[in-house]
């Protein structure tokens, strides 16, 4: 007996769509994960699930006890998944831990257990450099401790603990002589550990420096801040060396011995924009620097080309016009795609903000931009070779701080075989960051700190 022909078509349509419907599941299942990574830092944790395709996702807060439960759908739990319980970490300041479960078919839930109330941010990055789609779950403390606050504690802490021989003025007593001295002030010590002057320089205030008195115009009694800025960091490894060396690693060694020496001087902090293996995207750099009201921004990293020939360091100061080579242009615009390979939250981006933030750069900054640079790089010649004599400018989005004189400093070529390895060096990185520190000094020196519009 033979079907009517309406059902048997309509049958095998149904039988169709099912079968269709059963391979857009069975591909959705079949995504692969590449990877899970969880990065803890102070000022937020992110969690990342790489896969091969883009995931969809639900998420919801729960505040107490404070937990993010996300919903992947199209996927069954898997091995890949469960390693991300493992990868938190006990002294992970935000997350306590994650749980991974099938909720449903077809659905895997992970609930992220945090240890204070937090602002989830979760979005989805597009393939980029390396890295394939990904999934990122950014958490954000909801009570932030005032960094400047920290700072000033720790400079009361400093003035109470030391000696009545260090609770002086270093500081202005340099300036005082420099003004009383017309003939060039000698290089500074060659260790930080001879007591290496300190002073620093802002257009910030243009008004009386600070003290009284004829003997003491010049002198200040203030909280100095040199903002670090170690390079990349978290999911942006920045260059990485045919040794494998990754440049994010060597930029944070460096900056935290150069903090060491700069916390040294009294009066003075060093303030890093980070000071772990975290992302910081580039406009936060530059709010943190301002934030912390810092007197200077120095930017670290190491440089990186196509072939292992070029070698040597440089230091770079923002540009008005253009950039002053073609090999500056290329460097900014390789230094200026870390939001890309680091991942930001579009949807949370005020482009208009950041972008007047960004165009506010002064001739004045730009000017002890190139004054700061100048010091430095000479003394950076002395403990090794430099790529280029005088200092480049170019369109870095980090260095656009309208009222902070700010450097990018390229310590090497992490591409050179042979300086990839002077970069892992401690050696290296004792005379690169004793050069630094001369350098600030040398730029201080010559430069007298103004008043701020509110002392510290």
């Known amino acids: 007996m033979s079907m009517p022909r309406d059902i048997s078509r309509r049958g095998a349509l149904q039988m169709g769509s099912l079968m269709l419907l059963l391979g857009v599941q069975q591909i959705a299942r079949g995504l692969t994960i590449m990877a899970v990574r969880v990065w803890p830092a102070k000022d937020y944790s992110r969690v990342t699930i790489e896969s091969d395709a883009g995931l969809k996702t639900k998420y919801y807060f729960i ?3 404070p937990r993010l439960a996300v919903d992947i759908e199209g996927i069954d739990l898997i091995p890949a998944l469960r390693e991300l319980v493992a990868k938190v970490k006990p002294d992970d300041p935000n997350i306590a831990g994650i749980r991974v479960g099938q909720n449903a078919p077809g659905v895997v839930r992970l609930v992220v257990e945090l240890k204070q109330p937090m602002l989830p941010q979760v979005f989805s990055l597009q393939p980029v450099a390396a890295y ?3 999934l990122v779950f950014d958490l954000y403390p909801t009570q932030v401790t005032d960094p400047l606050e920290v700072l000033i504690a720790e400079r009361l802490k400093d003035k109470s603990q030391a000696p009545a021989a260090l609770v002086g003025d270093p500081l202005g007593d340099l300036i005082a002589k420099q003004t009383e001295r017309p003939a060039p002030v000698s290089p500074p010590p060659a260790t930080v550990t001879e007591k290496p002057p300190a002073t620093a320089a802002t257009p910030r205030a243009p008004s ?6 004829a003997g003491s115009r010049n002198k200040t009694d203030r909280l100095i801040i040199v903002a670090l800025d170690p390079g990349h960091g978290g999911e942006d490894p920045g260059a990485i060396g045919p040794g494998g060396t990754r440049e994010k690693d060597v930029v944070l060694q460096i900056a935290l011995r150069l903090r060491d020496r700069i916390n040294a001087i009294p009066n003075m902090r060093a303030y890093l924009t980070r000071d772990a293996d975290f992302f910081v995207p580039l406009h936060v750099r530059v709010e943190k620097a301002r934030r912390v009201q810092a007197d200077l921004f120095i ?6 080309f196509f072939t292992p020939r070029p070698q040597g360091a440089s230091v770079f100061a923002l540009s008005e016009k253009g950039a002053s080579s073609s090999a500056a242009r290329w460097i900014a615009d390789k230094e200026n795609s870390a939001d890309l390979v680091g991942g930001v939250n579009v949807k949370a981006k005020d482009a208009q903000v950041q972008k007047a933030l960004l165009d506010m750069s002064t001739t004045a900054q730009i000017n002890d931009s190139l004054k700061l640079g100048g010091a430095m790089l000479g003394e950076i010649g002395s403990v090794g070779k430099l790529h280029k004599p005088r200092v480049e400018q170019a369109g870095f989005a980090v260095l656009k701080a309208p009222d902070i004189p700010s450097v990018l400093v390229e310590t090497a070529f992490i591409s050179n075989p042979d300086e990839e390895a002077k970069l892992r060096s401690e050696a ?3 005379q690169l960051a004793d050069a630094l520190m001369r ?11 103004l008043a701020r519009n509110r002392p510290l």
């Open 132 to 134: 394939q789609h990904r």
């Open 63 to 65: 505040a107490e006890p």
């Open 208 to 213: 009386e420096t600070v003290g009284a008195g």
């Open 428 to 430: 290296y990185q004792v």
């Open 439 to 449: 350098g600030i000094s040398s730029y201080f020196a010559k430069n007298p700190p």
């Open 299 to 304: 930017s670290i990293h190491a440089d990186a």
